[in-house]
């Protein structure tokens, strides 16, 4: 058994030695801010067949990523933001969803069509890459989720919301919970299968 198991450790550890000099870094970016208050945090990331790579997070200022790429500063206190980089690492575009909206996943689909899935509270507006399409969503108080999708250049297809109502008949019960609690909708995971 103290064979088998030492084979197995050994074979375990080449394969992850192999994996590690096997795979080399092609590029990276950094986002860089003038001090701690200009919080950058970062979120999902996805990655599309022809190597492009879209990430990210949330933001309280905004950002110059190069000279044709900005992030605007959120118009509140945070936003989140989305930038697309080409798989030698210039990036293409980017956006910012305007609010309080939280990017909980992304998926890109066999096309190169990107799907954000966010939460969000409040009153929040979606861009497209370019700040001039947008799409405004919810109102003080609401709280829900949303799916937009980006084609390839950047521009905002849609943004369809998804916003949980309460029915009296079944809060009269208390089924929603006795301290007041409403119902919510968070979207975890979504991912594109072909180019559905």
Avoid: C
């Avoid at 190169?112 to 001039?132: I, K, P, Q, R, S």
């Amino acid at each position: 058994k103290r064979l088998l198991l030492l084979v197995v450790v050994a074979f375990v550890s080449l394969t992850t030695l192999n994996a590690q000099i096997l795979s080399t870094q092609n590029w990276n970016a950094t986002m860089t801010v003038a001090n701690a208050t200009d919080a950058v945090y970062d979120g999902p990331v996805a990655i599309d067949q022809d190597g492009s790579v879209f990430i990210s997070g949330s933001h309280t200022k905004g950002a110059l990523i190069n000279e044709d790429v900005e992030i605007f500063a959120p118009s509140g206190s945070k936003g989140s933001y989305i930038i697309k980089y080409d798989s030698e690492g210039v990036a293409e575009w980017g956006t910012v969803l305007d609010g309080n909206a939280t990017i909980t996943s992304m998926t890109v689909d066999s096309k190169g069509v990107l799907y954000v899935a966010a939460n969000f509270t409040g009153a929040v507006t979606v861009y497209d890459a370019y700040y001039e399409e947008f799409q405004s969503i919810g109102e003080d108080g609401v709280t829900g989720a949303f799916i937009a999708k980006y084609l390839v250049d950047g521009t905002l297809e849609y943004v369809r919301t998804i916003i949980p109502i309460i029915d009296p008949e079944i809060e009269a019960t208390f089924m929603y919970g006795l301290s007041g609690e409403t119902p919510s909708f968070n979207i975890y995971k979504i991912q594109a299968e072909g180019s559905n």
